[in-house]
Nanobody
Framework: VQWVESGGGKVQAGGSLRLSCTAS????????MGWYREAPGKTRELVATIGGDVDSFYGDSVKGRFTISRDAANNTMYLQMTSLKLDDTALYYC?????????WGPGTQVTVSL
């Protein structure tokens, strides 16, 4: 499996970004998947999921601000991020959830500044 994330960038606090990811070898219509992030000095955390037993899940820190979605026809998953905060600065990755993760892609960097 090869994940490719994109859409990151530098944005001011309060701004928005939309991340995208695609992968080969994954069934975007069935597999539960999600977005993870890793901030400097912190462990990688799960941000949001889609599919599986629940339609979607959001971490407490992003609930109400981030929206996860996917387009199975185009093998693409998205993360719409709004009201960005300094603490959202991280390298964002996508991968499967609720089972052993596959190899990680390069991620896409999100940097939020004042």
């Amino acid at each position: 499996v090869q994940w490719v994330e994109s859409g990151g960038g530098k944005v001011q606090a309060g701004g928005s970004l939309r991340l995208s990811c695609t992968a080969s070898g994954i069934d975007f219509s069935r597999d539960a998947m999600g977005w993870y992030r890793e901030a400097p000095g912190k462990t990688r955390e799960l941000v949001a999921t889609i599919g599986g037993d629940v339609d979607s899940f959001y971490g407490d820190s992003v609930k109400g601000r981030f929206t996860i979605s996917r387009d199975a026809a185009n093998n693409t998953m998205y993360l719409q991020m709004t009201s960005l905060k300094l603490d959202d600065t991280a390298l964002y990755y996508c991968n499967v959830v609720f089972r052993t993760t596959t190899s990680w892609g390069p991620g896409t960097q999100v940097t939020v500044s004042l």
